[in-house]
């Protein structure tokens, strides 16, 4: 694993606590977010969503195949 996955991590948990977070809060944020994936997982394997991705992201990515295409 690679030190960015622990940077998005970490702007996650300072966006949802702010700074220096209590350890209860520490550990009542890490309770939520993993029962978020495991919601997530099971939309995926249902196949009620593929992924999330941003808006920005979508149109670059458009932008990046049209032109792969020509």
Partial sequence: MNN???LGW???LNRRTGCAPPLYILI???HEE???V???IALVN???IQRIQRKASR???AKLFAVWEE
């Fill in 4 to 6: 960015f996955i622990f």
């Fill in 10 to 12: 970490h702007r996650r």
């Fill in 28 to 30: 009542r944020s890490n």
């Fill in 34 to 36: 993993a029962m978020e």
């Fill in 38 to 40: 495991d919601n997530m």
């Fill in 46 to 48: 249902e196949q009620q």
């Fill in 59 to 61: 149109s670059v990515q």
